[in-house]
């Protein structure tokens, strides 16, 4: 009776775990084209029992509840106000001096040997624990920059606190392996410029080499849920395309605008250009753009305007589509007003990769801590960060404990941060990340499980874009 008990749970867990796969994909389309390659997922996902993964490793451990304990009065006595000082001195991205200052002297207090201007950007880090000892190579990546906002720089994402929840992590961690003579290294990677995309900070940091050898790379970031990914291709805000477009005229006065062409116009056509297409578009893609140059005076033709657009889609496929109809959008403006347009693709950001055995024992340390706010479904597929170039190389997970009650990039959320609510979310963060740490660093078997998913899902990319390029095919126009 037991047995057939046992063998009934294990179906139904099968059953929930193929339908949660079948529906990672963020879109009806995605899901439908890539069938197979989400059969392939989803039998990958069952062989590893992750439901069965998550009660061992969250079940009873002395040695892991020191860590949480360490990592916790960290948050409490020090790093808790580090952070509401940060919050209260915002710097927009790559001019992060001081936020950087405070972070790296409390590390180096803290024995780690600290690199800045990493990667040749000046307000990144690299901070190594002098005491590590090989492998694993556990990598805590954190953020500071502010948000740019009409009235300055202001912390609308809770970045401020980023930083020292990887700080608690990782002098838990580096603490406890170093008492115990376990072999593992503890990095801090910092992290300048996140929200100054694409491309971010992060891609440029790994394209230079600075996260090589690292086995796993966590992060938390803020959210007003409680939160996980599920498995699959994906990025937290879509698949992008930076494109800024520059319009060249000529300039006259105003009185006599005929004798030049107005940039300006050129510049205006394009955002008109760009609704009147709108209805060709799928329902998920998303452009976003603002005049960033629009001339100097009223009374001179302007001859030079520029706009920044981010265009985004749930997949790169359809993103090529969507990018090429934006580009002749402006050609068209360009054309219309005699003007001429230069066209930069200036950065991108794409798909990373999100494995179960690390999301869904991070959201049961989440909820073991005491998270709020939470959702008991996962999510869409998304790497650990926004570029998706690091977590499609690199298996990780991004740390999401409710700490506001208000939606991102808001100035309510920044005040959230310095209450009873974004300190919560914080300290729990920082108890799930040191916890996740712990099994990852003194478990191999877990290590093995989380590099079998990871690799397992990654060589299924290729065939998820050819299954996507053979369904977006774009009509057919015919010459009259």
Known sequence: ?????????AVILGIAITSHTLQAQETPTEREAARDVLRKMASLEQSLDVPGLVAKLTGPNGARDQVVARAKELMDKELLAMGDDITRH????????????????????HDFEVTIGVADLKTAFVARYRRSNGAPNLGIIVEYDALRGTKGAFHGDQHSTQGPIGLAAAVALAEYLTKNGLPGSVTVYGAPGEEMMPPNAKTVMHTAGAFAGADILVRSHASSA????????????????????TFIGAPAHQLTAWNGRNALTAVIHLFTNIDAIRSNLRPEARIQGVIVEGGSAPNVVPDRTVADFYIRYPDAIYLEQITEMVDNAARAAALATGTRVVIDHYGKDRDGIA???????????????GATGVLPEPGKPQGYEETGSVSSDIPGLGFSAKSSNAPNHTYEMEADALTDVGHAGFVTDAQSMAALLFDFATRPEYRTLVKREFEGIKALF??????????YIAPRVPVP
């Open 1 to 9: 009776m037991r047995h057939a008990t046992a063998r009934r749970i």
């Open 90 to 109: 915002p710097e927009i991205g790559f001019e992060e001096t001081r936020s950087v200052g405070v972070l790296t002297d409390w590390l180096k207090a």
């Open 226 to 245: 409680t939160t996980r990914p599920a498995p699959g291709f994906g990025t937290c805000c879509m698949n992008i395309n930076g494109t800024k477009y």
């Open 355 to 369: 494995v179960a055995t690390l999301a869904e024992v991070g959201f049961a340390y989440m909820k073991k801590y």
């Open 462 to 471: 290729a065939e998820y874009q050819e299954a996507l390029r053979k369904t």
